[in-house]
């Protein structure tokens, strides 16, 4: 046996990108649109209010701020629902976003913010406490059903499908190919090309 630790270096790799590109299955899928869904409807939203997570925040009453952060924090929440002010703040649902992260970066950690409020929310808890941090290298199963929530308040399912689909209509669309239609979706969603390739991916595993 080897004892340099490469073999221990080779496995954490194989593992972290393992974890990081865990793909749900259907129904674990559709149990997270769910739970938006249920909490979209019960404050009269619905996923035409999801694309824009500053609106969605604005329309939650949150105050978004931007902060100063280390570069390995992408952003927090903080929400106590059983005040009516969190210390030092004059509202009782915060989030904050590094400052450095480019309008893409920000639009996703505000949608991962609000994925964490709408997740507790429809477990009927009145405190949310998460902090994003990317340099966490291998990333658990809870953050990543969190991404996955983000990306479904972004990319919504139903449009998101009705694109993909006229995308891949040769009359319509006879000289794209798959990087003209990414990069088509990447514009419309304002998402990178990993959130497109992995959103086309999971409603692919949805179905219809
Ligand atoms: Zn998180």
Redesign the pocket.
């Known amino acids: 046996m080897k004892k340099d630790g490469s073999i221990i270096k080779e496995l954490k790799k194989i593992t972290k990108k393992n974890i990081m590109r865990t793909i749900f299955e259907k129904d674990k899928l559709g149990e997270m649109e769910k739970v938006i869904s249920d909490f979209l409807a019960k404050r009269g939203l619905s996923f035409f209010d999801t694309k824009d997570p500053v609106a969605l925040a604005k329309k939650l009453n949150f105050s978004l701020f931007l902060a100063n952060f280390d570069d390995s924090i992408d952003g927090v929440i903080i929400v106590d629902e059983t005040k009516s002010k969190i210390d030092k703040f004059d509202n009782n649902k915060i989030i904050a976003v590094n400052s450095s992260a480019n309008k893409i970066r920000k639009r996703f950690i505000i949608a991962?913010?609000l994925a964490?409020y709408i997740k507790e929310s429809e477990n009927n808890k009145k405190v949310v406490y998460?902090?994003?941090d990317h340099n966490n290298d291998i990333r658990g199963f809870d953050?990543q059903e969190?991404d996955y929530m983000a990306a479904a308040l972004l990319m919504p399912k139903d449009e998101f499908k009705k694109d993909w689909d006229n995308l891949n209509n040769k009359i319509l669309y006879p000289n794209f190919d798959e990087n003209a239609k990414w990069r088509k979706l990447m514009d419309k969603y304002a998402v990178d090309i990993d959130g497109v390739q992995r959103r086309i991916s999971e409603i692919e595993i949805m179905g219809a």
Do not use: D, K, M
Request: proline share 0%.
């Open positions: 991962h913010e964490h998460a902090t994003r953050e969190i």
